[in-house]
């Protein structure tokens, strides 16, 4: 569904091309969920922003379904760290700009959007504005909003960072069964393993300035997976604890 | 028990005025200097219908010269900031005339203009005309990234970003040149009148100057202070009534 070969991207700073990644290559199957981890500035939401068709890069060549990416494609979204929800709109108006700007039918899309308000426990709140809701709230009305047209891909950047513990793996829950119902293609970068194990089929480690795939951890735990107690927490305790030397050395 | 919000500004204004009255009255502080708060209330009652009509022209020739900038200044900043070419080519012609002293403009209007209340709603113009024009360009390029990136990645026209997104997200801004501007409204009216005093507060202060009547130039003040604190607090509530949400940006 989406492949990368060989991408490379520098962005140019002041003292010269600041070389965000060098050299990745990727594949991506159909439905299938692909966490992205590593330090700081190594990258992870460039590459995010180059499958979004949001940046090109310097060289390389990005594809998805197959066809290369020059800019956005409608059936791609995108959810950011931020829930970069519109502060005049209500949750359900929020949620249905994707049907506005893309000029998809109302009706059948404000039914749709009434079920995925359901779905993430937002029932109630549609009529509210984002500033009256807590910020799990509305990066859960941002998810809706990105699962509005059915996109086939779904690019999620450090969605969950800036939200506390316990919503973090709310949401992550959330995702997981959104993720086994409407199986996306996802792509889901992440500064926490746990995050990762949890959710990802495969994890991409993606090593610091510039940024390379340093290595694909396979997770073949069956799912629904849990934080907590599982009946597989001997895997998981050894992919954390792989992932974790490999982040840190 | 928690005392209701308007107690300690009332008893500010109120003490405020006590000590006014009270060094009129201790130090012997003539009329003529500086009237005592009960000279101004009787220079008002002995021609209410004068002083409120004079009022009239000032408010009048302040809500038009307003309303005609608040919409010039939409207009122009709206389309500055669609074009960085037009941008930049206009705007360090508007910074530079920005920065000529309005005031000193004021008896070259009434070459211009005349001696009605023409010269006096352009003066109001020139005055609010500017800081409209600037928030709503500084609005108009304050969209956050994630809300560009967003709309970018649906793929929608400029037209739809600008329209769904970049508008009225600078709504809260253009509302705080609106304010700066309505408060500025009240004294471009003023100067008007008075370097040209046929009409209008202005005018009556100008008057009560050569017949040295102070407590009637103290009432026409008062008026006009009136007039100010009202006019803003219109915006401002047209504000809140409009953008209930802008407190949650830009707080």
Redesign the interface.
Known sequence: MISLVEVSHAFRGRAGAVEALAEVDLEIGEGEFVAVIGRSGCGKSTLL?LI???ITPSSGRVRVDGVMVT????D???L???P?L???RSVRDNVL??A???RLPRPAYAERAQELIETVGLAGFEKR???ELSGGMQQRAALCRALLHRPRVLLMDEPFSALDALTREELAGELQRIHMDLRPTTVFVTHSIQEAVLLADRVVVLSPRPGQVRKIVEIAIPRPRSFGHNAHLEEVTEHVAELHELLLT | MRTPRVVAPFFGVVGTVAVWWLATALFHIRPLFLPAPPDIVSAFRRQPAYLLHEAWATVTETIIGFGIAAAAGLGVAVVLAASRTVERALLPLFVALNSVPKVSVAPLLVVWLGFGPRPKIFMVVLICFFPVVVATMAGLSST?A??S????????SWW?TYV??RL?WA?PQIFVGLKVAVSLAVVGAVVAEISNPNRGLGAVIVLSGTSFDTPLAFAAIVLLALISVVLFYLVASAERLL???AR??TG
């Open positions: 922003r979004a068709g949001l800019r956005p494609r409608p791609v979204a995108m950011f760290q931020q970069a519109l502060p005049w700009l994707p506005e700007i893309l504005l984002p500033h | 956050p994630e809300l990136d967003l709309v970018r990645s649906l793929s929608a739809q769904k997104v009225p709504l953008l209930p949400w949650a940006i």
